[in-house]
């Protein structure tokens, strides 16, 4: 069983739900910031699947995420720089509230989960780190990624 965090793609996804405002300069951190994020590049995910397959020394829940989790601020941050744009409009919870309605809650919730059943079995990341995940993401011709 593979639990998966938010998956980061050049095409589709979360990720691109997000681009607009901040290829407009205008995204900005989700509330306090202070929330936790776990995600993965797409690329690093079908990988870790074929793994958990072909390895049968895998046992139990698999989490599907990178090695470093990261708070929705550093998130952005990090978002900003892949797409040379600035990052000082947070979005209040007000607002997240009003145009989201009861989804709000599921962009304000925080979880840190760790990969450790993958990493214990010797899984290897293409994109471990999330300022080169966001750069093939935005430059996907530029990094090789599908």
């Excluded at 994020?37 to 989490?63: A, C, K, Q, T, Y």
Aim: proline fraction near 8%; hydrophobic fraction near 45%.
């Amino acid at each position: 069983m593979i639990r998966i965090g938010i998956v980061l793609g050049p095409n589709g996804g979360a990720l691109q739900q997000m681009l607009p405002p901040f290829r407009l300069g205008v995204g900005g951190r989700l509330g306090s910031g202070a929330q936790w994020m776990s995600w993965i590049h797409v690329d690093d995910l079908v990988e870790m699947l074929v793994f958990v397959l072909m390895n049968g020394s895998v046992r139990g829940p698999v989490n599907g995420v990178a090695p470093e989790p990261v708070r929705n601020s550093a998130f952005t941050k990090a978002l900003g720089r892949a797409l040379h744009r600035p990052t000082v409009f947070p979005v209040p919870v007000i607002g997240l509230k009003a145009a989201f309605g009861e989804m709000a809650s599921v962009l304000l919730a925080s979880q840190r989960i760790l990969p450790d059943a993958a990493t214990s079995a010797g899984f290897r990341y293409r994109f471990p780190d999330l300022d080169k995940a966001l750069d093939a993401c935005v430059n996907p011709q530029r990094a090789g990624t599908s």
